[in-house]
């Protein structure tokens, strides 16, 4: 499998069809392993916490989710750049189908309650082993809630990198096979995460749909976070 060194972290190049069969088989052989992404808004934080780097490359996949993140490695690595992108919003309706087909059982661990409530509702033939609010949550009841129904699956959505320091801490003692850091795209198991028209998501702009439904919230992160990480990659691409 092919990986870029991009700040520090380690980001696989995997196409969602090898990353499905690396999940079956370690919910087949037991094996644990921990999932999680990276865009433009994860590479800046690490810049700024440096500490962050150790925590990302504990786990097995850090897949890019972002045009962003390729066109960095383009830039910094040439011919040797990840050529694949796992977009969270694409990938998941995915692992939905595979984990019907496969009744697979997936536990979801953050958002809101109201978020929470509406996964069986829009996905009735999911085995949902059980759910738990990312507010105002007790660490050990979480763990002993997650351990006793014993899934297959575990979603963390906490946010980055809240949710990469919680799955760091209690892996070891997380009875399940497969953990995935996915953030806001808890909303895409809810069928609640709104998106921009096909030629918008194709063209990686869907940053932008996400600032106009909601500018308090995105602004920051966008009109400052995306020049601030061009420059960033500049000066790495100079330094190299």
Known sequence: MKFSKIFGIQISSVSRNVLLQNIEEAISLKNNK????????????????RTLITL??????????GVGILLTSKILFGGNRLDKRISGSDFYPELIKNAIRKSWRIFFFGDKLGTLEQ?????????????????DFDNDSVVNKINYVKPDILIVGLGQPKQEMWINEEKDELNVAVIIAVGDGIKVFAGTKKRGPKFIQKMGLEWFVRLIYNPKLYWKRYLIGIPLFILRVLKEKYRK
């Open 119 to 135: 996964i069986p509702l829009k996905n009735p033939k999911l085995n949902v082993a059980g759910y738990i609010s990312g507010y």
């Open 34 to 49: 921990k999932i999680t992404y990276a865009h433009f808004n994860t590479l800046n934080q690490l810049y700024r916490n």
């Open 56 to 65: 990302f490359n504990q786990f097995d996949y850090v897949h890019p989710d």
